[in-house]
């Protein structure tokens, strides 16, 4: 007799409905075919990784039976010491005083997305975002069943009313921003813009998430405060701050070590350690050791080489949008960060450039519309330059530009 197959599907909680499959993690696949000239994932260069750096690291952790009885074995929650009493450090550079305390180390931070939506999201609660705003987030909060609010157009001149922006929505709002070179748009927030989303953010009452994690590969432009830091230079503290700080390794040492953090007031980091204690103990402690081995000297000098390389092929980039390009295509101009947005002819669809670009052109790109949040958008795509050389930069964009042209 045969037994039938269970209907999984009905099986899976309502929550379910809402997590779909994440596109740029399916863009990737791409790589593997080497015919594929991709702008696709947000990947970084690997010829940029301190693998010498790291390699040193874990040898030196695991040649020493001390360390390597620390590295290998169960570990607390929050992560390990020396790592979040230097990145507390790192913290103070950036105007957040702040110390262990106040850190608790995470598997990238994407898991700090996911915890802190699991922690302040309860289902129909608002959460407000840029438009567009970064996919992973959207996947990490879409599990607690939030309602979205696109950040409206104006908010950040103080052209809006909070109480009629929030008329049938669930008060006391999670703001979810990403105020430096953003992913998908590569733009960042200016000063004024700053400080009048913390202006925003005090009228709703609203919990924000800075999420940082291309804050460190500015290459041009001067260095603006973070939001956490304008918030405690309002409110006193970082215990009185209503500002949670994201950081990464992922982008500036290496994805593979999954090491982030969150950085907010201890009241918070006690709860997230809850969470984290539920969700996987606690992130490899030989990957923190080796983490910390790799920045604690030389990290200035290791950020320095990774803002010439970005930056020289961002400019490729932009140069290379400017010779090509046909009337009609509008971009984004990063100062730092590994993205270019495009804005394609009013009624062209990214997705269907997309599946014509690979089968015509063997060009890969993100098709704007899924990092939208509330109201999406259609004529938009997402070009990353971290991983192409200059010339295939200059390449892909032609074969793209020629594409659009035809499709005009």
């Keep these: ?83 979040r009493r230097w990145i507390a450090e790192r913290m103070a550079l950036y105007g957040v005083p702040c110390d262990e305390h106040n850190i608790m180390i995470t598997a990238g931070s994407q898991q700090g997305l996911d915890l802190l939506g699991k922690l302040f999201l309860t289902r129909g609660d608002t959460v407000m975002v840029a438009r567009p ?65 913390l202006d925003l953010a005090e009228a709703l009452d609203m919990t924000l998430i800075e999420d940082a994690a291309y804050r460190e590969l500015r290459f041009d432009g001067e260095a603006l405060p973070t939001l956490l830091s304008l918030d405690i230079a309002r409110s006193g503290s970082l215990e009185a701050a209503r500002t949670l700080f994201c950081g990464t390794f992922s982008k500036t040492i290496s994805p593979a070590l999954r090491i982030g953090w969150v ?55 932009l140069q290379a949008l400017e010779r090509h390009m046909p009337p009609g295509v509008t971009w984004s101009r990063p100062e730092g960060g590994m993205f270019v947005w495009l804005w394609l002819p009013e009624g062209m669809d990214g997705k269907a450039l997309l599946e014509r670009s690979l089968a015509e052109e063997r060009v890969a790109f993100v098709p704007g519309e899924p990092f939208f949040a509330e109201v999406p958008a259609a004529n938009a795509i997402r070009l990353s330059y971290s991983l192409p050389t200059h010339a295939e930069i200059d390449d892909g964009v032609a074969r793209l530009a020629r594409l659009i042209a035809r499709m005009t």
């Design 263 to 317: 950085c907010g007031p201890r009241a918070v980091i006690e709860k997230l350690v809850l969470l984290k204690q539920g969700s996987d103990l606690h992130v490899s402690t030989l990957n923190q050791m080796a983490a910390y081995g790799a920045v604690a000297e030389g990290y200035e000098q290791h950020l320095g080489m990774l803002r010439t390389a970005y930056g020289a092929k961002a400019h490729a980039t």
């Design 1 to 83: 007799m045969t037994t039938p197959t269970p209907d999984w599907a009905a099986r899976f909680s309502q929550r379910m409905a809402r997590v779909r499959a994440n596109e740029i993690r399916e863009l990737l696949k791409l790589l593997d075919q080497p015919d594929i000239l991709s702008f696709a994932g947000g990947i970084p260069d690997p010829g940029l990784f301190p693998t010498a750096r790291i390699q040193t690291a874990y040898d030196a952790i695991l040649a020493d039976p001390a360390q390597a009885a620390v590295a290998l074995q169960y570990s607390v929650s929050e992560g390990y010491l020396p790592l």
């Design 133 to 197: 705003t970064y996919l992973g987030a959207l996947q990490a909060f879409n599990a607690y069943e939030p309602d979205y609010l696109d950040l409206p157009p104006g908010a950040l001149a103080g052209e809006v009313d909070a109480e009629a922006l929030m008329a049938g929505r669930a008060p006391n709002p999670l703001g979810y921003f990403v105020p430096d070179f953003a992913n998908p748009t590569g733009e960042s927030l200016t000063l004024p813009q700053r400080e009048a989303l």
